[in-house]
Nanobody, 127 residues
């Protein structure tokens, strides 16, 4: 059974930081590319960042560059999202997603391109 479990969400004041993690089980981690998405109430799910199979490609949503950092730990079968200088508009449910790839391809930025999803973790940034 494939399972992606996010953790690390919570309530933080504006300007603060959070680190999200996504642990994978039931998957061969070393043939997966990863992404983080978020969805605010009443909004569509939007791309946050992604990392390719070997980490050779990393891509961030334009408005998040410099504040968010994605990383992957193949030994732990996990992918992380460090979020700094958080703003109230970052409030959303954050989802990790994975997709099978055969090479260090460029990043997919739309949800339909991903094969597996976590259940999401709530991030709330107070002003």
């Amino acid at each position: 059974q494939v399972l992606l479990v996010e953790s690390g969400g919570g309530l933080v004041q504006a300007g603060g930081s959070l680190r999200l993690s996504c642990a994978a089980s039931g998957l061969t981690f070393n043939n997966l590319a990863w992404g983080w998405f978020r969805q605010a109430p009443g909004a569509e799910r939007e791309f946050v960042t992604g990392i390719s199979l070997y980490g050779g490609h990393i891509y961030y949503a334009e408005n998040l560059k410099g504040r968010f950092t994605i990383s992957r730990d193949n030994a732990k079968s996990s992918v992380n999202l460090q979020m700094n200088s958080l703003k109230p508009e970052d409030t959303a449910v954050y989802f990790c997603a994975a997709r099978h790839v055969g090479f260090d391809a460029s990043i997919a930025t739309i949800p339909i391109d991903y094969d597996y999803w976590g259940q999401g973790t709530q991030v709330t940034v107070s002003s």
